[in-house]
């Protein structure tokens, strides 16, 4: 298996698959991991998600918790069923790979490549959207458990027999689970970002390489270097 791979891809598509590779999980482990990641949007997202939990628990009626989980819902629901496209477009393209590989034949920026390759580059797309898909879907099972959630939570208030304890225990049960939901969100976005650094592997390894180091800078500077991030940092 490893021979006939390695008998279709060249030292130059070797190397700009090994550094996508590095690159985007190399990123992931940075911005949720690493101890740079608390200086991140994630990070500050998660801590206003806890305080939106703590403000959700004196509240008697809770229909605009419920209507922004709602809205979370159908934002990742988007996503997902545009995935599902995504994927399907792929497997076309799979299935009728002699037609594509004529046609790109005569676009003056392609670069010749066998079937193999060719096969090689659309495994990839359809293994990062279907990483993707998984990870939407399962933001979306979170967010659901998120709302059964503020259903079930009783409310809090300070007054006669209020236990603070218990009080941040049920805030912090509703802040974990709703930043659960939004990291796999996060990773799915980002499995978007690397999808369009693969596709320019369709014309040269090069310029696959120079898309997937000018992702990393997007994500870094949203992520780490945002005025976004500088407002959600004020108090």
Known sequence: ML???????????????????????????????????????????????LEWARQMLRRDARM??????????????????????????VLALLGTLDKVIIFAEELPFAREASRGLWEIKLVLLFGIFAFAYFKFTWSLRQFNLLSILIGSTPVIKEGDGFDPQRAEVAARRLGRVNSLAGDEFNRGIRAYYFGLAAVAWFVQPWVFIAMTTMIAIVLYRRDFASPLLRALREE
């Open 3 to 49: 021979t006939s791979v390695f008998s279709v891809i060249s030292y130059a598509d070797a190397a700009g698959l090994a550094w996508f590779l590095v690159v985007w999980f190399g990123y992931g482990w940075l911005s949720e991991h690493s101890p740079w990641a608390r200086r991140g949007l994630a990070d500050v997202g998660d801590r206003h998600r």
């Open 64 to 89: 605009p918790d419920a209507a922004l989980v709602g809205n979370l819902m159908r934002s990742v629901s988007f996503y997902a069923n545009t995935t599902i496209y995504i994927i399907a477009g």
